[in-house]
């Protein structure tokens, strides 16, 4: 193993190398959710707080996003070329999962990756990883076109949905999906793309969100297509009145509205709201936003249908978000679903007689979903597959269960009824 040290270039006044200000905030990123069990949206802000380059922001981004896709197959590449195994905390290992990232992915030459995280460790350490990652280099280490999920998610997954469920889900994760992008009005003909269902379109991943035309001028909303299906079994509003609890960040929102329905938005969360309204403001689209914990607000009157898009362990959505596979275990998924279960009990008492409810989680867990449902009580009123795109088939019990695969995030969704034998929660 060679342990000599590289020279340093580019070095800046303060004696670092250029662009290490994002490799250090990339390995901030990591520890926050591998260490911290935090979750990679919500801590960009404090991990990049010290970026003044949108371009370093993003590489940061990008560089933490790839080591989570891709972190089985990192840590075995990195096992292959030690002499013991590193421990799973320390630095050296994220270090250079951070740099096999960036050359074996994102496409940075070998030396910028290596020159640009070796300011990141001192010492024996940095020696370490000088040593190992060279080793890597000179062997021609490739990652598997398919990733390896990790081993708690492969053994969960795998129990519940079998194993062609987890060969897909595995392929779903191997690159970024396409942009699915919801439009407001069903007769939209401007907006380009692949049409997958009404009021739809899917473009390649990497555009620009807001360079699209229609943007400026509110014509859609980014939601994958698995996402946007719980609005649609509720039909069209005709002036009726929906719930949408738990609502921010809005695009079931303005589905709902944009259907015909008087729309009132329950969100517990002031940030989250926020941006609800701003995304109400740049579609044009109204509903009345209620700023509220559903467990305890309750509306003024019965309302004619609700969707409930139930907190979850949001482990469907793993394409866009792979750090929920990496730190959701078994106890967030049960007082999850115990929180669902309340949530539905509570909810299903504000509908009007024969009003109908939609719960949906974007989670792979039967247990945030199947069983939350059959342990209601509830009667299902069963979707047809006439009201699924993408040849989608409901379950023999009436629920829709989507397992997810390249381009398509994993979901649950129900509708079920009140009649009049329900007590009102």
Same mark, same amino acid.
Not at 99 to 109: E, K, S
Not at 250 to 272: C, D, F, P, Y
Not at 373 to 399: C, F, H, N, Q, Y
């Given at each position: 193993? #060679?342990?000599? @040290?590289?020279?340093? +270039? ?31 949206? +919500? ?9 003044t380059l949108p371009e370093d922001r ?6 933490s996003t790839e080591v989570l896709r ?18 799973? #905390? ?13 050359? =074996?992915? =994102? ?41 390896? !999920? ?13 194993? @062609?469920?987890?060969?897909?889900a595995a392929k779903a994760i191997a ?5 699915? !992008?919801?439009?407001?009005? @069903? ?68 589905? !709902? ?20 309204? @701003? ?24 309302? #004619?249908?609700? =969707? ?14 792979? #750090? ?36 949906? +989680? ?40 989507? =397992? ?22």
């Amino acid at each position: 193993m #060679d342990k000599s @040290e590289p020279t340093r +270039t580019n070095a800046t006044p303060e004696g670092e190398i250029a662009g290490a200000r994002a490799r250090v905030s990339a390995l901030r990123l990591i520890d926050a959710v591998l260490r911290q069990g935090q979750r990679l949206d +919500t801590s960009v802000i404090h991990a990049t707080r010290n970026l003044t380059l949108p371009e370093d922001r993003a590489l940061a981004i990008a560089i933490s996003t790839e080591v989570l896709r891709h972190l089985p197959d990192l840590d075995a590449m990195i096992d292959s070329a030690t002499e013991k195994p590193l421990p799973h #905390d320390v630095k050296a290992r994220s270090v250079l999962r951070l740099a096999l990232a960036q050359a =074996l992915i =994102l496409g940075t030459p070998a030396h910028a990756a290596i020159a640009t995280a070796l300011p990141l460790v001192l010492g024996g350490p940095r020696r370490l990883v000088h040593g190992v990652f060279g080793t890597l280099m000179r062997r021609g280490a490739l990652l598997p076109e398919i990733p390896t !999920l990790p081993a708690e998610v492969m053994e969960r997954w795998t129990k519940a949905w079998g194993p @062609e469920a987890l060969e897909n889900a595995a392929k779903a994760i191997a690159a970024p999906p396409p942009l699915d !992008l919801a439009l407001r009005d @069903e007769n939209e003909s401007e907006i380009e793309g692949e049409q997958l269902a009404p009021n739809h379109r899917r473009l390649p991943r990497g555009l620009s969100v807001t360079a699209l035309p229609g943007y400026e001028d509110g014509r859609f909303w980014v939601q994958n297509i698995a996402a946007q299906i719980p609005v649609t079994l509720l039909g069209k509003g005709n002036g009726r009145t929906v719930l949408d609890l738990c609502a921010a960040p809005g695009g079931k929102t303005m589905q !709902l509205a944009a259907t015909g329905w008087n729309v009132i938005a329950v969100e517990q969360h002031s940030g989250r709201i926020q941006r609800l309204r @701003e995304n109400l403001a740049r579609t044009g689209l109204t509903a009345e936003i209620v700023e509220a914990d559903v467990m305890a607000w309750e509306p003024a009157a019965p309302v #004619d249908a609700i =969707l409930l898009d139930a907190p979850c362990t949001a482990t469907g959505i793993f394409a866009r978000h792979p #750090d929920v596979l990496h730190r959701i275990g078994a106890k967030d998924i049960a007082s999850l679903s115990a929180l669902q279960g309340r949530m539905l009990a509570r909810a299903i008492g504000w509908l009007k007689p024969d009003g109908q409810l939609v719960y949906a +989680t974007c989670s792979m867990e039967p247990e945030e979903g199947e069983q939350v449902i059959a342990a209601s009580g509830l009667t299902v009123d069963p979707v047809r597959a006439d009201e699924l795109p993408l040849g989608l088939v409901p379950a023999p019990e009436g629920w829709v269960r989507i =397992l997810p695969k390249p381009g398509l995030d994993g979901f649950f969704m129900a509708r079920v009824k009140r009649d009049q034998a329900t007590e009102v929660a």
